[in-house]
């Protein structure tokens, strides 16, 4: 493969995440490597994604209706986007403001790929419909073989180890196969091994995501660049387009209400 500044820069990052990595072990309890090995993507994720849109670690996300998603190691936002609490760093966020997220696992065998699968899933299926819609023409997103007045949720897999790939890929297609191209993961990778993307049906090449007819394909990766360099390509593409009308906070009060109406005062004739 021939070399360029930004796989030579890619290189050197691989190998640093691969070094954080393989420091986390030093971490006595669970949920704290979880953690920092969930900071170590998040961190080289930041540095690719658009102006425009931020990697959070750790949150949940709420929709209209209630439906709460599981925890999420990575979800990707519009900057804009507010936070209903923030607490030492764990953020709920509205589903209208989320473009993607990113489960970490730290090596993919079966069970940890359907869990990560599963949550993508429910992520996906979240309602996006609290927008202020501005101005006489409404943007549209053609993905998932569906027309959307909104920009939809990616869901992407990382993982730092697995098994043999084409095992993984079994296991993927396998908990793939039925299901709409809506709910399925967008990408899959593992570090110093390889990645999952989906063959278009209609040119034959890598597609962003999936849709009716995609074929799930395997890529070793370059041992020059990891994966690192298609995940940054493949962040950018995925998130330079991402756009959000104007959130509406309003359907989220419910009927809640604001206050019990008590008296109102007509300032007409009041004198100073």
């Not at 493969?1 to 796989?7: P, Q, W, Y």
């Not at 209209?64 to 936070?83: A, W, Y």
């Not at 074929?215 to 940054?232: G, M, N, Q, S």
């Not at 756009?243 to 005062?265: C, E, H, N, T, V």
Request: with cysteine.
């Amino acid at each position: 493969m021939e070399r360029n500044h930004l796989s030579w820069i890619l290189s050197s990052v691989a190998k640093r995440m691969r070094a954080d990595f393989d420091q986390s072990v030093a971490f006595q309890h669970r949920a704290q490597t979880g953690e920092v090995r969930e900071v170590i993507v998040r961190d080289f994720c930041e540095g690719y994604l658009p102006g425009h849109v931020e990697a959070l670690h750790s949150g949940e996300i709420i929709s209209v209706d209630g439906d709460v998603s599981p925890q999420c190691d990575i979800v990707i936002v519009d900057r804009s986007t507010p936070s209903f609490t923030n607490l030492g760093g764990y953020r709920i966020v509205p589903s209208e403001c989320v473009y993607g997220v990113i489960e970490v696992k730290t090596k993919l065998d079966k069970q940890q790929l359907f869990d990560a699968c599963e949550k993508i899933r429910s992520v996906k299926q979240l309602k996006k419909v609290a927008y202020k819609r501005v101005g006489p023409f409404a943007r549209h997103a053609n993905v998932y073989d569906r027309v959307l007045p909104y920009y939809p949720t990616a869901g992407m897999i990382f993982a730092f180890d697995s098994g043999d790939l084409a095992t993984v890929g079994q296991h993927l297609a396998e908990w793939c196969a039925g299901r709409e191209p809506d709910e399925i993961p967008d990408s899959v990778w593992v570090l110093g091994k390889g990645f999952f993307n989906w063959i278009s049906p209609v040119n034959g090449k890598l597609d962003r995501g999936p849709s009716s007819g995609a074929a799930l394909a395997l890529l070793d990766a370059e041992p020059e660049v990891d994966v690192l360099f298609p995940l940054a390509l493949h962040l950018n593409i995925h998130f330079s387009e991402a756009w959000m009308d104007p959130l509406d906070l309003l359907p989220y009060a419910g009927k809640i209400g604001f206050g019990a109406f008590r008296k109102s005062w007509s300032l007409r004739g009041v004198q100073e």
